[in-house]
């Protein structure tokens, strides 16, 4: 299997988990949202290097975009 392929998969389910964890979905929950998320969109799409970041990261924007109804890279 390609590597960016288990990476991308790995991040998916670490996002699934942090869902369930963080905020009592259910597991058809969380997999509705994060694949419905325009995050998941931008995961698969291996020319935006988004693969490459960590889960935790990721899971923040995927929050944001939830809050707020899009994707925010916030300063630190």
Request: net charge negative; aromatic share 10%.
């Amino acid at each position: 299997m390609d590597i960016r392929k288990e990476l991308i998969e790995a991040i998916i389910q670490e996002l699934i988990k942090f869902l369930c964890e963080d905020e009592e979905y259910s597991i058809e929950q969380a997999m509705e949202i994060v694949y419905n998320s325009k995050i998941f969109e931008k995961i698969l799409d291996v020319e935006t290097g988004l693969y490459k970041e960590s889960p935790s990261f990721i899971y923040e924007l995927l929050k944001d975009e939830l809050n707020d109804g899009f994707i925010i890279q916030k300063e630190q």
